[in-house]
Structures are given as structure tokens and as C-alpha cells.
């Protein structure tokens, strides 16, 4: 510290000044403040100086960098305060190099990542935002492209090998990638950009892309890779990496943005399976997007009654005679219209609203059955067929739930009927597997869905209590030709008046079973309409894509459900067949002994007074195939 009067004269100095200036001792008094040089305390770096020697100003503080006399460079905080009482200054210097050099190692930690010496995530930051701008004005057509990459099973490897081995693999990807970039130039020769965005992520962001397909390209080598062995501290390990693909115009982005998008394409990348790439698409991620609003909706919804059933009649081939009813659920959302079981079904299963909602389903269909056979005293009366997760066995009491609403609405047990998809069942023990079990003894019926999809082993059949087999739409489908070459015509596609039309099929997870109401969540119905399938067999006639045959000549979906069938009766089962859409279909199907159709021919799904008008009539489905005479 030293004393300055009005004039600027040091007037008195403690040893530490002196000390720090490498001046002999009780040398600065008398000398003039602005005479010490290494200071830099002139009129012309700091012309503020006589205004604090007289008062007229309080204080004045700088930073500067001092050669000290003893070699090397110093940091120092001058501070010159004025002091009425002395009428002058008092001169503070503080030396601040350890901060200084602190801040230095700070600045430079946050461009560059000190574990694997590439560019760390602030600094990647500032140069994804550089590019953005730079390309973005080049008459808004410069691209730019971002790929994310996180290892699979990371956190394995810290916890298998520890955090020492797991930092040597984050050096050696590192290593890896920086060879790798040269050969990844773009065609401007420009390498990417590469960093480490923190923990075992991983960017690269490449300029001036010529479209998704090279970002894309560019994932796949690196994945490729990456996936060779590590040899680390004496272990040979093998990890696989997953990535996110974005690739945008710059001028449509922002760096935020362009890192969302990318952060999401990665997730739907692991989601999928180890060492995949996935690249962005703002389609899926709306989706998404309504996904999420749709499960935060769902169990108010059940609540407000948004909530309806339609159903699907299930005709007796022999005479096309209604036995029984499918129940299938739509969705009257407020905001986004009429949704399809494939909207909403699975959103339902993730998020567990799935149980609240099959007990309402339940509860509707029984009720609806039980008003059907009151409406006709001695007639037979049809059931009722719903669908079961296999996720409402794992976490709901279902036999509680079918026991208290069949004793609340006075259904027989045996007009119930309750299906799930082969999927499903296939490979269940337990509690799932003694809950059907229980249903059965109680005399309700259990249906196998979608019935020979993929399944070969099906000594799972003799295991489980199933009364009907379902088969799948798919072998109809493949029957051939049989339309208007044998005399039967399409048939007139029966549509609830004012509502949408509905497809054939259960609400399976996944499946879409009804043509969805109009939104932004509405896609089209994957099944087709009735006619379609014809149209489809006529192209196979004009020498169109072929069905597979057997040795002696007959369709291979035919041998299929005959063969189906044929097992399905020795074992006591009754067969339903699923996306029965011609009259030439119903006619092979009922010759081959199957019992029960259900499709387009017949009817699509419909609300509940149009069943009970059709009981009230005829009691047979229009469109069923006409038995010849006996």
C-alpha cells in the first residue's frame, strides 16, 4: 500500500509494495505515483488519477498485467481510494495471478473437455451456433447435420471394470473418432466437428451436408467403428454405440432445436436395439407428442364417458345365423375426433390406464348383452366378446373384475367371452396362466386372437383353457381369387349412418381396427375396404404378385386353415375366421368345417341398437353365403 497527496506524490509505502516492485527499502516516498512504470498508473491508461487525488472522484479500480523485476508476469487489482482525512489517496495492490491463471484453466476446460482433449459441450455449443448463422445466410439453402452418439451399456462398464477403465474407453472412442473425421470430410473437404457432449455422448456436426443420406451414411461407418474391440488396461472390451441423425436447413433451425431433435432420434435409436442409428423426423416426434397428450387424457377420460363400444357381428357359416358379438372400443376425443383402438391401445397398456379402461369396457359390453337377451325371452341369445391384455392379468384382479360384473349385471358366465392375441399368450405362466384358468371354470369363454401368426409350437394349447381359435385375417386374405369369376359380388359395406367407417378385426395392440375420426392424431385404416382385397386378387389374375401353392396345386393359405381347422376340432376348439370379406371366402371356409366368420361380408362394426334390430328381424348377417339345399 502507499499514500498519495493531491499532487500525486507517493508520500509513504509499506515494505510489501516495496517488496513487490523489487525497490530498495523507503525508496518510493517522494516519487511521483505516475513514475512507476510497471504499474501502468499514467494519465494516459488511467487519465481518471487527479480526479481521486482531489476528491472529485471516490475511487478507481483496474487490472493490470505486470512484468515483475524478478522475471515472469504478474496480476495485479490496483485500487486508488481518495482519503479526505489526508487529503489525497490511498493505492491498494493486490496481486491476483492465482485467480487470473484459475480463470485461464476454466475458459480453456470449457472449450475443451479435459478427460479425451476434444472440444467440450459450451464450445461445441458456440460453434453449432456460428454454423447455424454462417450457413444460414448463404440464400437460406446451406444445410447443416448433427449426429449424437451414446455407447450402449456404458454404465456396464463402470460398474463391471470400474470408473478407471471406463474413462481409458471414453479416451480410446475419443482416439478412435478424431482418426476417423479426416475420412468423413464433407464434399466442401471440411472434417466434422467433434466433441464430447458430457458423460459417454459423443457429436459430430458436419456443414454444408448434401441431405439425410449422408448423415446417415456417416452414422453407420462410425457405428461400424466403433464396434471393433478396445484393448484397455489389459481387457479386451467390445461396446457398440447407437446414434441420432438430424439434417436441416440452418435458416429452419436454432441450436437448441437442432440438439432436440437430435437427442430425440437417439432415444428412438436405443429404444430399437443396440448399435442402431436413427434419423429425425418431426412426423414421429408429433406423434409422439400426441402420444403423451393422449395418455394424460385417458383415465379422465373414462371418467367423463368419452368413451364408446361398437360391435362386429360373429356369424355361424353354416347358416349365417348371429351367435355372437365383438366389442370394440372408440375414443370421442374433444380435441382430436373419433380415435381408433390403435390410438390409444397401446398408450393405454404403457402408462397402466389400460385396466381402468378394460373394466369399463367390460362392464359396458356385459351390460349391453345381458339388455339383448332381455329383449328376447326364449330366443338365443348372442355374447359378447372382449378383448384382455395380458398386462390387465399381470396387474389387475380380472377375476374378480368378470365375476363382480357378471353377478351385477345378471349375464350368464357362458354368454361372456374374452380374447387375447397368440402373441400374448404364448409363454405365460403364473398369475396370468391360473387367471384364465379360473375364468374358464367359471364358464367363461377364452379366445386365442390372431391365431397361427409365427406360433409353430402349439403344445401351448393343451396347456391353456381356450374354447375358440381365431384365425388370422392374413390366411383369408391369401385365399384366391373368388369374386365375381364365381358369380358373387363384393358386399356392400354396411356404415353406421354419421359415423366414420369402421375395419374389421379386434382392437388388438397395434392393430387398426376402426377408420379414425377426423384430427390431427387420425391416420389411415390399415385394413382394407370391402372390395379392396378383390381388386387386390384381380391384379394376381393380370399376373400380379402370387400366393404361394403346395405340390399338388392348391393355394398355400388354404392347406393352412384346413389343416387349422382340422387340429382345432380334434382338440374340442370351435375356429373363427377373422377378415371374411367375400361371399367365394365364406363358401370355402364354411367347406372346409370352419364355424364362425367375421369381416365385411357380414357387417362392420356397428353401434348396439343396429345388433338388436338384426335380432329383432331376421337374426342373420346380410351377405352370409346361402347353404346348398341338403
Given at each position: 500500500?502507499a499514500?498519495?497527496?493531491?499532487?500525486g506524490?507517493?508520500t509513504?509505502?509499506n515494505?510489501a509494495?516495496?517488496d513487490?516492485?523489487a525497490?530498495?527499502?523507503a525508496s518510493?516516498?517522494g516519487?511521483p505515483?505516475?513514475?512507476?512504470?510497471?504499474?501502468?498508473l499514467t494519465?494516459?491508461t488511467a487519465?481518471g488519477l487527479p480526479e481521486?487525488?482531489?476528491g472529485?472522484r471516490h475511487?478507481?479500480?483496474?487490472t493490470?498485467?505486470?512484468?515483475s523485476p524478478?522475471?515472469?508476469?504478474?496480476w495485479a487489482e490496483l485500487?486508488?481510494?481518495?482519503l479526505?482525512?489526508v487529503?489525497?489517496a490511498?493505492?491498494?495492490?493486490?496481486d491476483?495471478?492465482?485467480?487470473h491463471?484459475?480463470?485461464?484453466?476454466l475458459?480453456t476446460?470449457?472449450?475443451e473437455d479435459?478427460?479425451?482433449?476434444?472440444a467440450g459441450?459450451?464450445?461445441?455449443?458456440d460453434?453449432?451456433?456460428?454454423?447455424l448463422?454462417?450457413?444460414?445466410l448463404?440464400?437460406g439453402?446451406?444445410r447443416?447435420?448433427?449426429c449424437?452418439?451414446?455407447?450402449d451399456g456404458?454404465?456396464?462398464?463402470?460398474?463391471?471394470?470400474?470408473?478407471?477403465?471406463?474413462?481409458h474407453?471414453?479416451r480410446?472412442?475419443a482416439a478412435?473418432l478424431?482418426?476417423l473425421?479426416p475420412?468423413?470430410?464433407?464434399?466442401?473437404?471440411?472434417?466434422p466437428?467433434l466433441a464430447?457432449l458430457?458423460?459417454d455422448?459423443f457429436?459430430?456436426?458436419?456443414?454444408?451436408?448434401t441431405?439425410p443420406g449422408q448423415?446417415?451414411?456417416?452414422?453407420a461407418t462410425?457405428?461400424r467403428e466403433?464396434r471393433e474391440p478396445?484393448d484397455?488396461a489389459?481387457?479386451r472390451?467390445a461396446v457398440?454405440?447407437?446414434?441420432?441423425v438430424a439434417?436441416?436447413?440452418?435458416?429452419e433451425?436454432?441450436?437448441a432445436?437442432l440438439?432436440?431433435?437430435?437427442?430425440?432420434a437417439?432415444?428412438?435409436?436405443?429404444?430399437?436395439?443396440r448399435g442402431r442409428?436413427a434419423?429425425?423426423?418431426?412426423a414421429r416426434?408429433e406423434?409422439?407428442?400426441h402420444?403423451?397428450?393422449?395418455?394424460t387424457?385417458?383415465?379422465p377420460?373414462?371418467?367423463d364417458?368419452?368413451?364408446e363400444?361398437?360391435?362386429?357381428?360373429?356369424?355361424?357359416?353354416a347358416d349365417?345365423?348371429?351367435h355372437?358379438?365383438e366389442?370394440?372400443?372408440r375414443?370421442?376425443?374433444?380435441?382430436f375426433?373419433?380415435l381408433?383402438?390403435?390410438?390409444?391401445?397401446?398408450v393405454?397398456?404403457?402408462?397402466?390406464?389400460?385396466?381402468?379402461?378394460?373394466?369399463w369396457?367390460l362392464?359396458?359390453?356385459?351390460?349391453?348383452?345381458?339388455?339383448w337377451q332381455?329383449?328376447?325371452?326364449?330366443?338365443?341369445?348372442?355374447?359378447?366378446?372382449?378383448?384382455?391384455t395380458?398386462r390387465?392379468?399381470w396387474?389387475?384382479?380380472?377375476?374378480?373384475?368378470v365375476?363382480?360384473v357378471?353377478?351385477?349385471?345378471?349375464?350368464?358366465p357362458s354368454?361372456?367371452?374374452?380374447?387375447?392375441?397368440?402373441?400374448?399368450v404364448?409363454g405365460?405362466?403364473?398369475r396370468?396362466?391360473r387367471?384364465?384358468?379360473?375364468?374358464?371354470?367359471m364358464?367363461?369363454?377364452?379366445?386365442i386372437?390372431?391365431?397361427g401368426?409365427?406360433?409353430?409350437?402349439l403344445?401351448?394349447?393343451?396347456r391353456?383353457?381356450?374354447?375358440?381359435?381365431?384365425?388370422?385375417?392374413?390366411f383369408v386374405?391369401?385365399?384366391?381369387?373368388?369374386?365375381?369369376?364365381?358369380?358373387?359380388?363384393p358386399?356392400?359395406a354396411e356404415?353406421?349412418?354419421a359415423?366414420p367407417?369402421?375395419?374389421?378385426?379386434?382392437?388388438?395392440p397395434?392393430?387398426?381396427t376402426?377408420?379414425?375420426?377426423p384430427g390431427?392424431?387420425?391416420?389411415?385404416?390399415r385394413?382394407?375396404?370391402p372390395?379392396?382385397?378383390d381388386?387386390?386378387?384381380a391384379?394376381?389374375i393380370a399376373?400380379?404378385?402370387?400366393r404361394s401353392?403346395?405340390?399338388e396345386?392348391?393355394?398355400?393359405?388354404?392347406?393352412i386353415?384346413?389343416?387349422l381347422?382340422?387340429?382345432a376340432?380334434?382338440l374340442?376348439?370351435?375356429?373363427?375366421?377373422?377378415c371374411?370379406?367375400?361371399?367365394g371366402?365364406a363358401?370355402?371356409?364354411r367347406?372346409m368345417g370352419?364355424?364362425?366368420?367375421?369381416?365385411?361380408?357380414?357387417s362392420?362394426?356397428?353401434?348396439?341398437?343396429r345388433i338388436g334390430?338384426?335380432?329383432?328381424?331376421?337374426?342373420?348377417?346380410?351377405?352370409?353365403p346361402?347353404?346348398?339345399?341338403?
Open positions: 500500500m499514500l498519495v497527496d493531491e499532487a506524490t507517493i509513504a509505502a515494505p509494495l516495496h513487490y516492485l525497490l530498495p527499502a518510493l516516498p516519487r505515483l505516475t513514475h512507476l512504470t510497471a504499474l501502468g494519465p494516459h487519465p481521486v487525488f482531489k472529485r475511487h478507481l479500480v483496474c493490470r498485467r505486470i512484468a524478478r522475471g515472469g508476469e504478474t485500487r486508488l481510494e481518495h479526505a482525512s487529503r489525497g490511498l493505492l491498494t495492490v493486490r491476483t495471478s492465482l485467480g491463471d484459475l480463470r485461464a484453466r475458459r476446460a470449457e472449450r479435459p478427460l479425451t482433449r476434444l459441450r459450451a464450445h461445441f455449443l460453434r453449432l451456433a456460428d454454423t448463422e454462417e450457413h444460414g448463404r440464400g439453402r446451406g447443416v447435420g448433427l449424437v452418439l451414446g455407447l456404458f454404465r456396464h462398464v463402470n460398474t463391471a471394470h470400474g470408473h478407471l477403465v471406463g474413462d474407453l471414453l480410446a472412442v478412435r478424431a482418426r473425421a475420412l468423413l470430410a464433407s464434399a466442401h473437404g471440411e472434417a466437428v464430447r458430457g458423460g455422448e457429436a459430430l456436426l458436419v456443414s454444408e451436408t441431405g448423415l446417415t451414411e456417416l452414422a462410425v457405428l466403433l478396445y484397455i489389459g481387457r472390451l457398440s454405440a447407437s446414434a441420432g439434417e436441416l436447413r440452418a435458416r433451425t436454432s441450436p432445436e440438439l432436440r431433435a437430435v437427442t430425440t437417439l432415444g428412438w435409436a436405443k429404444a430399437e436395439g442409428w434419423l429425425f423426423d418431426s416426434r406423434d409422439g407428442a402420444q403423451d397428450l393422449l395418455a387424457a385417458l383415465r377420460a373414462v371418467r364417458g368419452e368413451f363400444l361398437e360391435y362386429q357381428p360373429l356369424v355361424a357359416l349365417g345365423t348371429l355372437g358379438v366389442a370394440l372400443v375414443w370421442r376425443h374433444p380435441r375426433g373419433r381408433a383402438p390403435n390410438r390409444f391401445i397401446d393405454a397398456e404403457r402408462d397402466g390406464s389400460i385396466v381402468e379402461l378394460g373394466r369396457v362392464r359396458t359390453a356385459c351390460a349391453q348383452a345381458r339388455s332381455l329383449a328376447r325371452p326364449g330366443a338365443r341369445p348372442p355374447y359378447v366378446s372382449v378383448n384382455v395380458v390387465q392379468l396387474d389387475s384382479d380380472v377375476v374378480a373384475d365375476a363382480d357378471l353377478a351385477e349385471t345378471r349375464l350368464p354368454l361372456l367371452q374374452l380374447e387375447l392375441t397368440e402373441s400374448e404364448v405365460q405362466t403364473g396370468p396362466l387367471a384364465l384358468q379360473e375364468l374358464s371354470d364358464g367363461v369363454r377364452i379366445a386372437d390372431d391365431f401368426t409365427g406360433y409353430s409350437n403344445s401351448y394349447l393343451s391353456l383353457p381356450v374354447s375358440v381359435l381365431k384365425l388370422d385375417g392374413s386374405r391369401g385365399f384366391p381369387f373368388t369374386g365375381a369369376a364365381q358369380g358373387a359380388e358386399p356392400e356404415t353406421p349412418e359415423e367407417p369402421a375395419a374389421t378385426g379386434a382392437p388388438t397395434g392393430a387398426a376402426a377408420a379414425p375420426g390431427p392424431l387420425a391416420t389411415p385404416d385394413s382394407a375396404a372390395g379392396s382385397r381388386r387386390e386378387a391384379s394376381v399376373g400380379g404378385p402370387a401353392t403346395t405340390a396345386g392348391r393355394p398355400a393359405d388354404e392347406v386353415v384346413e389343416a381347422v382340422g387340429l376340432h380334434r374340442g376348439l370351435t375356429v373363427t375366421a377373422e371374411v370379406e367375400t361371399r371366402q363358401e370355402r371356409l367347406a370352419c364355424d364362425m366368420g367375421q369381416g365385411y361380408l357380414y362392420r362394426p356397428v353401434p348396439p341398437e334390430l338384426l335380432l329383432e328381424t331376421t337374426g342373420r348377417c346380410p351377405g352370409w346361402t347353404p346348398p339345399p341338403s
